[in-house]
């Protein structure tokens, strides 16, 4: 069984959403742009209520920019 992690596809919603950038979306819900980077790149899950306000930016379900799975690699695009 392999290891089982949160995984997003923060990056590739941004840059569907007008090539928002990383800063951007930091503003837009209260985090450092730092935050943003390390999320993308799979090195810190957020907490509950953070999701929920990035999800709520994209103005998508949660379930639509997160998803729990086996790790392999990450979402690159």
């Given at each position: 069984?392999?290891?089982?992690?949160?995984?997003?596809?923060?990056r590739k919603l941004?840059?569907?959403?007008?090539?928002?950038?990383?800063?951007?979306?930091?503003?837009?819900?209260?985090?450092?742009?730092?935050?943003?980077?390390?999320?993308?790149?799979?090195?810190?899950?957020?907490?509950?209520?953070l999701a929920f306000?990035?999800?709520?930016?994209?103005?998508?379900?949660?379930?639509e920019v997160f998803?729990?799975?086996?790790?392999?690699?990450?979402?690159?695009?």
């Amino acid at each position: 069984m392999g290891k089982h992690v949160v995984g997003n596809h923060i990056r590739k919603l941004r840059f569907n959403r007008d090539e928002m950038t990383q800063q951007q979306l930091a503003d837009r819900v209260g985090v450092t742009r730092q935050t943003i980077v390390a999320l993308e790149k799979g090195n810190y899950s957020p907490s509950l209520e953070l999701a929920f306000r990035i999800a709520h930016a994209f103005r998508l379900p949660l379930e639509e920019v997160f998803y729990y799975g086996e790790e392999q690699g990450g979402d690159k695009g």
